[in-house]
């Protein structure tokens, strides 16, 4: 299966290793190609690092390139800013994204308690795997 991994930069060398579990596993994963400044950085320097590449490498468009032809996207839902299995709003973008697309969503993570799109996150229809990468199928 071919599988974008998506979530907070704030996680990317976690991502990283999801993504790279999911290729060990006979998947076709990867990670959006302006990951890697993100890697060793502290919170405060990924967060100066997002902003630069959402004003001026486009971002966004650039893993909405990556989706076209993948099967499905694993959100790495985890805990950030206080909320459990935080989902960002680039991430929902993202996820946004795949259900027009038609690929499945799978959230490692149960749906977080985010009142102003947890409908919405529903309605997706998402597959919760709750850690195990191995449900990926």
Do not use: C
């Amino acid at each position: 299966m071919r599988i974008g991994v998506v979530g907070s930069m704030q996680y990317t060398e976690k991502m990283i290793g999801a993504r790279d579990k999911l290729i060990e596993l006979g998947h076709d994963a990867f990670v959006t190609n302006l990951a890697s400044p993100f890697i060793g950085k502290t919170d405060e320097e990924k967060e100066i690092i997002k902003i630069r590449q959402k004003n001026n490498e486009d971002a966004i468009r650039e893993f909405w390139g990556l989706m076209q032809g993948a099967d499905a996207i694993l959100v790495m839902n985890l805990n950030k800013h206080g909320i459990k299995n935080y989902i960002g709003g680039n991430t929902f973008l993202e996820m946004g994204f795949a259900h027009v697309l038609n690929q499945k969503i799978f959230l490692l993570n149960p749906i977080p308690d985010m009142p102003y799109y947890k409908t919405e996150i529903i309605a997706m229809k998402p597959v919760i795997i709750n850690g195990d990468l191995d449900r990926i199928k």
